[in-house]
């Protein structure tokens, strides 16, 4: 069977290198076969979350970010840290959408699960699929973008539009590019295959 299932090598030792705000770097040393020995550094990461918004008209709530590695204006889904130890994957999911960009979803399911790069972090993603969408009336919604997310637009591109320009190199964002292939694969079926917002992560 096609699955990723859990292994963990022998680790020799285990330094860390640096500390930052979200991020940690380490370096471990991993007993390999053949009783061989290596560093390995990878970036520790507390996780997030992202949010295919699909409306009725089949569209793609999307919103533009800079970022700063990248030196890019990126059109991304609304995503966020799982900053809040305990909540629940789908509230923080929740959570972002309503703070980024202003609405509620009445349907949620797991969408994808993403490792966005396994070789340098252990990061964690889950993008959900939301729908039956309502905008947050203006004085509901008290949350203050700062940084990078003030001014930031939110556009809606159809499903369709959004395959096309993530296969022609016109997005960039992991979660978004997984989210809205997935989402257009998901659609054959009526989105019935999808799992609960609550499946466990494997």
């Known amino acids: ?55 009725e008209h089949d569209r793609v709530l999307m919103i533009r970010q800079y970022r700063h590695p990248t030196r890019r204006l990126m059109w991304e889904l609304p995503a966020g840290l799982r ?11 929740a959570r972002e959408l309503a703070e980024e960009a202003g609405y509620r979803a009445g349907v949620w399911h797991t969408l994808v699960d993403l490792r966005s790069s396994p070789g340098m972090s252990d990061e ?15 004085e509901e919604n008290g949350f203050v973008h700062r940084h990078e997310e003030i001014d930031m637009p939110v556009e809606w591109v159809h499903l369709a539009d959004a395959v096309e320009k993530a296969l022609m190199g016109m997005i960039h964002n992991s979660p978004a590019v997984a989210g809205i292939l997935a989402a257009y694969a998901a659609s054959v079926e009526g989105y019935s295959l999808l799992r609960p917002a609550d499946a466990p992560e494997a």
């Not at 964690?124 to 203006?138: G, H, M, N, Q, S």
Request: aromatic share 4%; glycine share 4%; no cysteine.
């Open 124 to 138: 964690r993603i889950r993008v959900f699929l939301a729908r039956e969408l309502t905008k947050i009336p203006d």
């Open 83 to 93: 900053d809040v130890e305990g909540e629940p994957l789908v509230d923080t999911a």
């Open 1 to 55: 069977m096609i699955a990723d299932t859990p292994e963990s090598w022998e680790v020799v030792e285990s330094r860390p290198r640096f500390k930052g705000h979200v991020i940690e770097v380490v370096t471990d040393t991993v007993r390999m076969p053949r009783d061989e020995v290596a560093d390995r550094d990878y970036v520790v990461h507390p996780g997030a979350v992202a949010v295919l918004a699909l409306d």
